[in-house]
């Protein structure tokens, strides 16, 4: 099975293209099947609103962890719009470490993606070229351009951080251009 990756900011268009890339994938000559792995987070925030404590975003990651690996291993490609150390970026917004308990939290999150490292066979990353629709479940730091490039880069060294060191970067606009960027890329995988 070949573990697809693909991050960005919050709104740099990540389900989008998951979504049109996980049918393009059937094109490719040897995938059979394609299982789309979705933002556990999103549910968690439809059903209990905003993840505000490093405790939660402990629970959301080892969620994402949970359906990642409960995938079929007879899938030929798996593909996610949240790759699950981006789990550590939004700890890292979280945590206060000035409370032993949140410093405690954050360590064990911490071993635990170290203990994951190198997940993806490829990781690609959605530089923030797209103005950001508001979905109803973004907070408002998410619009501000500012957070958005301070956290494009802190997303990368994260990344960095897990062994995660090839990490293909994207910032073309077109949603074609990107499927077929993708699609070339993971060619080159297979």
Not at 15 to 23: D, F, H, M, Q
Not at 63 to 84: A, R, Y
Not at 104 to 132: C, Q, T
Request: charge should be neutral; glycine fraction near 4%.
């Amino acid at each position: 099975m070949k573990k697809i990756g693909i991050s960005g900011v919050p709104g740099s268009g990540k389900t989008s293209l998951v979504r049109s890339l996980s049918s393009s994938c059937r094109k490719i000559k040897g995938v059979k099947s394609v299982e789309l792995i979705s933002e556990y987070a999103r549910n968690y925030i439809s059903k209990h609103s905003a993840i505000e404590h490093i405790w939660e975003q402990y629970r959301v990651t080892e969620k994402q962890i949970e359906w990642e690996d409960n995938i079929c291993p007879k899938t030929d490609v798996l593909i996610t719009d949240s790759p699950i150390y981006l789990g550590f970026f939004y700890a890292i917004n979280l945590v206060d470490f000035r409370n032993s308990k949140d410093i405690l939290i954050y360590n064990d999150l911490f071993k635990k993606l170290s203990n994951l490292n190198k997940r993806y066979d490829l990781l690609i990353h959605l530089e923030p070229v797209i103005e950001v629709v508001d979905d109803g479940i973004r907070p408002e730091l998410h619009f501000d351009s500012k957070w958005r490039e301070e956290s494009n880069s802190m997303i990368l060294n994260v990344f960095s951080l897990f062994g995660q060191k090839d990490v293909i970067k994207i910032s073309t606009v077109d949603m074609s251009e990107r499927v077929e960027t993708c699609l070339d890329l993971l060619r080159k995988t297979l």
